[in-house]
Nanobody, 120 residues
Framework: VQLQASGGGLVQAGGSLRLSCPAS????????MAWYRQAPGQQRELVAV???????NYADSVKGRFTISRDNAKNTIYLQMNSLKLEDTAVYYC???????????????WGQGTLVTVSS
């Protein structure tokens, strides 16, 4: 199973970006999916999480600006980021709890990260 995050880049403060992360491989079902981020010199933190049914929760720092969504048919998670701030600069990682098709056990998978840089 692989997760491939994309969509990062350089954007001015106040701008928007949309991250995507499709999962591929031996997948039976995907439960919770999430986005994390890690800024330079800081620990990785949870940005947003979404259940299979679409219930979402957000870090206080991004509430009202970011929207997490998923397409279960495409095994893909998205993060729409609006009104970006300098402090949103980080490497963003997607995460998924996946039940694999070959053994029907749940595993925790991570994407490789995509860099978001917000400039003034």
């Amino acid at each position: 199973v692989q997760l491939q995050a994309s969509g990062g880049g350089l954007v001015q403060a106040g701008g928007s970006l949309r991250l995507s992360c499709p999962a591929s491989g031996s997948i039976f079902r995907i439960n919770n999916m999430a986005w994390y981020r890690q800024a330079p010199g800081q620990q990785r933190e949870l940005v947003a999480v979404i259940t299979r049914g679409g219930n979402a929760n957000y870090a206080d720092s991004v509430k009202g600006r970011f929207t997490i969504s998923r397409d279960n048919a495409k095994n893909t998670i998205y993060l729409q980021m609006n009104s970006l701030k300098l402090e949103d600069t980080a490497v963003y990682y997607c995460n998924a709890h996946i039940i694999t098709a070959h053994d029907r056990l749940e595993y925790d998978y991570w994407g490789q990260g995509t860099l978001v840089t917000v400039s003034s």
